[in-house]
């Protein structure tokens, strides 16, 4: 996944580009590129690397349209070959998603004579466009799509036209009408500053952007009204406020996004339990982290409502045919809301009579737009590709959502213990000190992070984060499992960080402490209980968390496991906001 920008208008195409394109950075960045119109002629610049690089050599470029896109490579390696845009002919074209019958399509426009120069799938939209060029690129997009199999937002110019034409399938895209132009894009934060209104495109539409109109089609050609909605991008801050890094920055924010979505969830709370009232059977899905969160709301559910509930990563949900009825809810939890396996598991339970729970930081993303219901996380924009604070979110979100389920009384009790959280928050952040237990992380072979029940949804995302962003392997490990083959990885050059915060299972995990520590392993344990303290204090590190109800302590030790992580890779001099090979935003299956 991608993220592209286009503009036609009175201003500098260039300036607007490469500011957009600076925004959308954290959808990939192993390439940028930019193509304009200029006298008649197409201008191409692309480069390798970071949106950044083309800086220097836009200057150059004087011109009122043009279309940018910045790369996370699926097909062909990151280089200024595969970089976008993508030409054939006089025209240009960029493209999110991924083309999944692009080698018939290639082999075809070769054997009719078409040279192409790169490795990716979508260098074959270029080439249909030029075959399909009659004098008109909105007809000739139209005729392009009809062929694509796959997931696509695509933008295209072409050097007889002073107009961009755009469509979109399966991949996110949105129009902004400005003052002096027009717009299109991946998403809002792209067009931030840059125009009030929006427009956000549906499955199946084309659209044809003029600097003084714009003309919407649906998917069999006839002229639509989507609606404008405000921008709501707009004044959003995404500076770095005195911080080193994004990350850190977040998780400084963990408070204000529990409290802003314990708030907001007040706000949706009667459709909630209207839209689930008579729910036999609950499954929530999502990816990564996500469905780390994920893992934490199945335990909610059935504990507190006693509804049997089901966790499964979306990608996997998809393809097992899944038993769903209407009595099924279904919470899809996405940060972005766009995460294509996690849209289309909602999807699917939606085709199968399932009511679906949008649990999303994103208000008005497809996953919004489809859901029955939404839930909101009101994290605020995360701009680090490791999530955060949405990750909190959509644990706070999670707790409410079953709380709900489990009646009046317990909702009531629920909202009053969640309240005393962000304080809870804000005082782990000022104690933790991770600094040596991250050195010793930073020079692992491997670090294992392990758990019972809660402890261990927390110990997934504390190894996740931990490979994520300092590039130390490791794995997340059921405490109990540990006996059952990983204790034949521990060495003198591994760390085992052991979280316990369950006083019913603290025994059970102490056992595992203990036979990582006779096998010579390093071991940390991550407690807020005081007879674990006590056990441990003085024979290995111990990160202390406050004292906490059992059901909101991975709100706390996550926290400390994602802070460890941060750190380690600060002192392995890690690129922290951006880690290697990843993208913010995952629109591809
Ligand atoms: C890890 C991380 C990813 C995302 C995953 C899902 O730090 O951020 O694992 O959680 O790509 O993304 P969303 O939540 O946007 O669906």
Not at 46 to 56: D, F, I, S, T, Y
Not at 76 to 103: L, M
Not at 149 to 169: D, N
Not at 345 to 364: D, E, F, P
Request: glycine share 8%; charged share 20%; net charge negative.
């Amino acid at each position: 996944m991608c993220g592209i920008i286009g503009y036609v208008g009175g201003g500098n195409a260039a300036e607007i580009i490469l500011g957009g394109l600076k925004r959308l950075e954290y959808r990939g960045y192993d390439s940028a590129g930019a193509a304009f119109l200029s006298d008649g002629k197409i201008q191409l610049i692309k480069k390798q690397g970071r949106v950044e690089k083309l800086a220097p050599l836009l200057k150059e470029i004087h011109s009122r349209t043009g279309i940018g896109h910045t790369r996370w490579a699926t097909h062909g390696v990151p280089s200024d070959i595969n970089a976008h845009p993508h030409c054939a002919g006089g025209i240009a074209v960029v493209h999110n998603g991924i083309i999944e019958n692009y080698a018939e399509l290639k082999a075809e426009l070769i054997s009719g004579g078409a040279k192409f120069v790169s490795d990716t799938d979508s260098e074959v939209v270029a080439h249909l466009l030029l075959k399909n060029y009659r004098g008109d690129l909105v007809f000739a997009l139209r005729e392009t799509v009809k062929l694509l199999k796959g997931s696509y937002a695509l933008m295209a110019i072409c050097e007889s036209e002073q107009r961009i034409a755009v469509a979109r399938h399966k991949s996110p895209l949105i129009i902004g009408y400005g003052a002096d132009g027009n717009f299109c894009a991946s998403d809002e934060p792209a067009l931030a500053g840059l125009c009030n209104t929006i427009t956000i495109l549906e499955d199946g539409d084309i659209a044809e952007i003029s600097e003084k109109s714009v003309k919407i089609f649906d998917r069999f050609f006839n002229p639509v009204t989507r609606n404008e909605e405000p921008n709501l991008a707009v004044s959003a801050s995404l500076g770095l406020d005195g911080y080193p890094h994004y990350m850190l920055k977040e998780l400084n924010e963990t408070p204000l996004s529990v409290e802003a979505t314990a708030r907001a969830f007040e706000g949706v709370k009667e459709r909630f339990r209207e839209e689930l009232a008579g729910v036999r059977r609950v499954i929530l899905t999502g990816c990564g982290t996500a469905y780390h969160a994920a893992l934490i709301g199945k335990r909610y559910i059935e504990c507190f409502a006693r509804i049997p509930a089901e966790c499964e990563t979306a990608g996997e949900f998809r393809y097992k045919n899944p038993v769903i009825d209407e009595h099924t809810a279904v919470f899809a939890v996405s940060q972005s809301g766009e995460t294509a396996d996690t849209v289309e598991a909602a999807r699917l339970a939606l085709s199968l009579g399932a009511k679906v729970i949008a649990v999303t930081n994103s208000h008005r993303s497809e996953l919004t737009r489809i859901a029955t219901v939404s839930v909101p996380v009101a994290a605020g924009p995360e701009i680090c590709v490791a999530a955060t604070k949405s990750y909190t979110g959509q644990i706070a979100a999670l707790y409410l959502s079953a709380a709900v389920l489990a009646g009046e009384k317990f909702y009531a009790d629920c909202a009053e213990k969640i309240r005393l959280i962000p304080n809870l928050l804000t005082l782990t952040l000022e104690s933790l000190d991770m600094r040596s237990l991250a050195h010793v992380c930073a020079s692992s072979s491997g670090v294992y992070f392990l758990g019972r029940d809660l402890d261990y949804a927390v110990a997934l995302e504390g190894s996740l984060k931990l490979k994520e962003i300092s590039y130390v392997a490791g794995e997340g490990y059921p405490s109990g499992e540990l006996k059952h083959g990983t204790l034949a990885l521990i060495d003198v050059n591994t760390t085992s960080v052991v979280i316990i915060t369950d006083e019913e299972l603290a025994g059970k995990s102490g056992n595992a402490v203990e036979q990582v520590l006779s096998r010579g392993g390093k071991v940390a344990v991550i407690t807020s209980l005081e007879g674990v303290k006590e056990k441990f204090s003085g024979k290995l590190p111990l990160v202390v968390l406050p004292k906490c109800d059992k059901y909101l302590s991975p709100l706390l030790s996550a926290v400390a496991v994602q802070m460890l992580a941060y750190k380690a890779a600060a002192v392995l001099s890690r690129e922290i906001d951006k880690p290697r090979n990843l993208a913010k935003s995952v629109t591809v299956e």
